[in-house]
């Protein structure tokens, strides 16, 4: 049925207010308005129109109201003239909006043509009075800041060299050469070689099931003295991992560096497309995380291996050159380190021998999540097949330990000065240990043990029995959902670091030091977002460390609103890259990499962008303290 008009409204009015009201219904904060008050909104807005370059907002204008972006582009100044904010279609301005008590109103220039639609002030007070949910969806102004400010940070030319934009589609160069799995290994050597190939993926009507490369029939057909008529099914590596042909090139290499493989198919949905290789991947880019850990496999040293990391440097530099995310460059350097790891645990076995009892060597913290940077130190420990016994065994890793952790600090990754490294007994210990001491912290929970705790919540396997870790998150996950006492206290671990925002909005500097007069990007922007995504995730019960992984998957079981991990999330990715940015300069200069940043070396616009993320970070804290409530520890 369709409404009924408003008396004294003339069709075509009413049909024009019809236009504004469904062009702001979609679009925040107007989305949280119920119809009702959607309905009379449009009697209350004016229509401006400003040539390009007219001054914005219009002198006459009411100073109280709200400004909608109906079509046009307006770029915002400050009052020495410098960009700070750029408005498109959609975007809301608010001109009382501003940092701090003393700053006056900004304003700007219409860059194009420009239509707006000004919500008169008294108009506006009543509605943010009269629906709560409309006053605080305000928040999402942030949001939309936020990601334009992250997508404007990674923009670069995407070059065919570029591995960070390069798709793995581009690098695919022949339809795929596909064997049955009832070929012989002689008719599969046979086409490799007609082929000029160095692999052939075992496909069906069913589908791809296996690969096979030149390496496997040296290894497993001619080594083992396999005859020629031997199927490839009985030498082939089953369920082969993919690639989909929509991920970046980089990420690409860092799972065959991870995965230590050499080839990857490529698939887009069930259908195979191609196969990619190192070889491809190395021939679009010399220097990428692979080539890295390509050659720290070679190394026969300590003194090699920390030449190696020496390098991490300029690959640091060259990823933030080309508009790198935060998750390309904490997995970049992370996957050396990584490397590294694996390298001296391979020496340390040629040394020691086989190991007596399956094991896994853990990461924890930054290098856990993936996020390690090029001033982070060691987080690691060993989690032991139940079949250990000290004293049969306990010598051969500690030894191995000692020789890891040594090694790493000889290579460039500094010792923990907590000790929380696998030369401690403490983390060198069978899997039912660690479950004990798991279900200790979540039973017995303090600041202390919680502060210990969150790093071993970021676990991830780095070399060995990767079943280990998984029995053990299976075991204590389900008991982490349900041990509220410990959630709260995590919850009080993540408000400890609060965001440098003063009252009006002014940046908390620190007031003497080394550091005075600059904002720590670590400890007050990037770890108050690591432990909100952990407190959240693991409220789930979700196995997943890397931090903004863990903010879209918290989001996905109810865990947090997907506003908020939105919300997080852009804040991490703009922290992080005005972090890397920083260090990068530090580099260039030849001084000593750490996480401070003064706000007076930043531009206008980045200033504002950071302290919209602090605000981002302090609303998700103040969330999560009413959630939790009285459960606060003191």
């Given at each position: 049925?369709?409404r009924d008009r408003p008396v004294g409204?003339?069709?075509?009015?009413?049909?024009?207010?019809?236009?504004?009201?469904?062009?702001?219904?979609?679009?925040?904060?107007?989305?949280?308005?119920?119809?009702?008050?959607?309905?009379?909104?449009?009697?209350?807005?004016?229509?401006?129109?400003?040539?390009?370059?007219?001054?914005?907002?219009?002198?006459?204008?009411?100073?109280?109201?709200?400004?909608?972006?109906?079509?046009?582009?307006?770029?915002?100044?400050?009052?020495?003239?410098?960009?700070?904010?750029?408005?498109?279609?959609?975007?809301?301005?608010?001109?009382?909006?501003?940092?701090?008590?003393?700053?006056?109103?900004?304003?700007?220039?219409?860059?194009?043509?420009?239509?707006?639609?000004?919500?008169?002030?008294?108009?506006?007070?009543?509605l943010r009075r009269d629906h709560p949910?409309?006053?605080?969806?305000?928040?999402?102004?942030?949001?939309?800041?936020?990601?334009?400010?992250?997508?404007?940070?990674?923009?670069?030319?995407?070059?065919?060299?570029?591995?960070?934009?390069?798709?793995?589609?581009?690098?695919?160069?022949?339809?795929?050469?596909?064997?049955?799995?009832?070929?012989?290994?002689?008719?599969?050597?046979?086409?490799?070689?007609?082929?000029?190939?160095?692999?052939?993926?075992?496909?069906?009507?069913?589908?791809?099931?296996?690969?096979?490369?030149?390496?496997?029939?040296?290894?497993?057909?001619?080594?083992?003295?396999?005859?020629?008529?031997?199927?490839?099914?009985?030498?082939?590596?089953?369920?082969?991992?993919?690639?989909?042909?929509?991920?970046?090139?980089?990420?690409?290499?860092?799972?065959?560096?991870?995965r230590r493989i050499h080839h990857l198919?490529?698939?887009?949905?069930?259908?195979?497309?191609?196969?990619?290789?190192?070889?491809?991947?190395?021939?679009?880019?010399?220097?990428?995380?692979?080539?890295?850990?390509?050659?720290?496999?070679?190394?026969?040293?300590?003194?090699?291996?920390?030449?190696?990391?020496?390098?991490?440097?300029?690959?640091?530099?060259?990823?933030?050159?080309?508009?790198?995310?935060?998750?390309?460059?904490?997995?970049?350097?992370?996957?050396?380190?990584?490397?590294?790891?694996?390298?001296?645990?391979?020496?340390?076995?040629?040394?020691?021998?086989?190991?007596?009892?399956?094991?896994?060597?853990?990461?924890?913290?930054?290098?856990?999540?993936?996020?390690?940077?090029?001033?982070?130190?060691?987080?690691?420990?060993?989690?032991?097949?139940?079949?250990?016994?000290?004293?049969?065994?306990?010598?051969?890793?500690?030894?191995?330990?000692?020789?890891?952790?040594?090694?790493?600090?000889?290579?460039?990754?500094?010792?923990?000065?907590?000790?929380?490294?696998?030369?401690?007994?403490?983390?060198?210990?069978?899997?039912?240990?660690?479950?004990?001491?798991?279900?200790?912290?979540?039973?017995?929970?303090?600041?202390?043990?919680?502060?210990?705790?969150?790093?071993?919540?970021?676990?991830?396997?780095?070399?060995?029995?990767?079943?280990?870790?998984?029995?053990?998150?299976?075991?204590?996950?389900?008991?982490?959902?349900?041990?509220?006492?410990?959630?709260?206290?995590?919850?009080?671990?993540?408000?400890?670091?609060?965001?440098?925002?003063?009252?009006?909005?002014?940046?908390?500097?620190?007031?003497?030091?080394?550091?005075?007069?600059?904002?720590?990007?670590?400890?007050?922007?990037?770890?108050?977002?690591?432990?909100?995504?952990?407190?959240?995730?693991?409220?789930?019960?979700?196995?997943?460390?890397?931090?903004?992984?863990?903010?879209?998957?918290?989001?996905?079981?109810?865990?947090?609103?997907?506003?908020?991990?939105?919300?997080?999330?852009?804040?991490?990715?703009?922290?992080?890259?005005?972090?890397?940015?920083?260090?990068?300069?530090?580099?260039?200069?030849?001084?000593?990499?750490?996480?401070?940043?003064?706000?007076?070396?930043?531009?206008?616009?980045?200033?504002?962008?950071?302290?919209?993320?602090?605000?981002?970070?302090?609303?998700?804290?103040?969330?999560?303290?009413?959630?939790?409530?009285?459960?606060?520890?003191?």
């Amino acid at each position: 049925m369709a409404r009924d008009r408003p008396v004294g409204y003339s069709r075509a009015v009413v049909s024009e207010l019809h236009d504004v009201r469904e062009f702001l219904a979609g679009r925040p904060p107007f989305v949280a308005l119920p119809g009702a008050a959607l309905d009379v909104l449009p009697r209350h807005i004016s229509v401006r129109y400003l040539r390009r370059g007219a001054s914005f907002p219009p002198a006459d204008a009411d100073p109280s109201g709200l400004y909608v972006l109906r079509k046009g582009a307006v770029e915002i100044r400050d009052a020495a003239g410098a960009l700070v904010e750029k408005l498109a279609e959609g975007d809301i301005f608010d001109p009382t909006a501003v940092d701090s008590e003393d700053e006056p109103p900004r304003g700007g220039t219409a860059s194009e043509d420009t239509l707006l639609y000004v919500i008169a002030g008294p108009a506006l007070a009543g509605l943010r009075r009269d629906h709560p949910a409309f006053d605080r969806s305000f928040d999402r102004a942030i949001v939309e800041r936020l990601r334009r400010a992250g997508e404007a940070a990674h923009e670069a030319p995407r070059t065919g060299g570029d591995l960070l934009h390069l798709r793995v589609r581009d690098l695919v160069s022949r339809e795929p050469v596909t064997a049955p799995p009832d070929m012989t290994v002689r008719e599969a050597a046979l086409l490799m070689t007609r082929e000029r190939v160095s692999s052939l993926l075992v496909a069906d009507g069913g589908g791809l099931q296996g690969i096979v490369t030149d390496r496997d029939l040296r290894s497993r057909c001619v080594a083992a003295g396999l005859h020629g008529e031997t199927p490839l099914r009985e030498v082939m590596t089953s369920s082969p991992l993919t690639v989909s042909q929509h991920a970046s090139a980089f990420e690409a290499l860092l799972t065959m560096s991870h995965r230590r493989i050499h080839h990857l198919p490529v698939v887009d949905g069930d259908e195979l497309l191609g196969l990619v290789s190192t070889h491809d991947l190395l021939r679009a880019q010399a220097t990428n995380p692979l080539y890295f850990a390509d050659r720290v496999g070679r190394c026969g040293s300590i003194e090699a291996l920390r030449d190696t990391v020496n390098e991490v440097r300029e690959l640091h530099l060259q990823l933030v050159a080309a508009h790198a995310t935060a998750r390309q460059l904490g997995q970049a350097v992370t996957s050396v380190c990584d490397a590294v790891t694996r390298r001296l645990i391979d020496l340390a076995i040629d040394q020691l021998g086989p190991p007596p009892v399956p094991f896994a060597w853990v990461a924890t913290g930054s290098q856990g999540r993936g996020e390690l940077t090029l001033c982070s130190d060691q987080d690691n420990g060993i989690i032991l097949d139940d079949a250990y016994s000290a004293g049969g065994h306990g010598d051969y890793f500690s030894r191995l330990a000692r020789y890891v952790n040594e090694g790493l600090h000889d290579a460039g990754y500094v010792r923990c000065p907590g000790n929380v490294m696998a030369s401690n007994p403490a983390w060198r210990q069978p899997l039912c240990a660690w479950k004990g001491c798991f279900r200790d912290w979540l039973q017995r929970t303090d600041h202390k043990t919680v502060t210990l705790a969150v790093n071993f919540f970021d676990m991830r396997t780095v070399w060995g029995e990767e079943g280990l870790r998984q029995q053990l998150m299976a075991a204590i996950l389900p008991e982490t959902v349900r041990a509220k006492v410990f959630l709260a206290y995590l919850a009080g671990h993540a408000l400890g670091n609060q965001p440098p925002l003063g009252f009006f909005r002014n940046f908390v500097v620190a007031r003497s030091g080394a550091h005075e007069g600059m904002v720590d990007l670590k400890k007050r922007g990037l770890l108050p977002i690591v432990d909100l995504a952990r407190v959240h995730s693991l409220a789930a019960g979700l196995d997943v460390v890397a931090t903004q992984q863990r903010l879209r998957e918290a989001a996905a079981r109810g865990s947090l609103t997907a506003e908020g991990a939105e919300l997080l999330d852009n804040a991490f990715e703009l922290v992080w890259t005005l972090r890397a940015r920083s260090q990068a300069e530090q580099l260039r200069r030849n001084e000593p990499v750490d996480n401070f940043v003064a706000p007076d070396a930043l531009t206008p616009m980045e200033r504002r962008h950071l302290k919209d993320a602090f605000a981002a970070i302090a609303t998700l804290q103040r969330a999560l303290s009413a959630a939790h409530g009285d459960r606060l520890p003191l």
